[in-house]
């Protein structure tokens, strides 16, 4: 059974940074693809970053310059490195592992606020 595994939500200030971890386990076939999506109260769930494998990490124009993704692929974990984060950037974040089928995290709950 595929587990998603996350850390690093919490709360920051505005302008601060923080770093989200996403570990795979279980019977993992090849990776397609590795990524973090995210809800926001009231708002449908969005896309932020995501690395195909051997591709090129995608990013939402809303995070662009300021969200940065990484894959250990020896580890099965995906990275997503938050920096400059907004109050807009609040929502609870979800990893997203495409292999033989879509495996998702539990989500973890980014709050930025002063």
């Known amino acids: 059974q595929v587990q998603l595994v996350e850390s690093g939500g919490g709360l920051v200030q505005p302008g601060g940074s923080l770093r989200l971890s996403c570990a795979a386990s279980?019977?993992?076939?090849?990776?397609?693809?590795m990524g973090w999506y995210r809800q926001a109260p009231g708002k449908e769930r969005e896309l932020v970053a995501q690395i195909i494998s051997g591709g090129v990490p995608w990013y939402a124009d809303s995070v662009k310059g300021r969200f940065t993704s990484s894959r250990d692929n020896a580890k099965n974990t995906v990275y997503l490195q938050m920096n400059s984060l907004k109050p807009d950037d609040t929502a609870v974040y979800y990893c997203?592992?495409?292999?033989?089928?879509?495996?998702w995290g539990p989500g973890t709950q980014v709050t930025v606020s002063s």
């Open positions: 997203n592992v495409v292999a033989a089928g879509p495996y």
């Open positions: 279980g019977l993992i076939s090849r990776i397609n693809s």
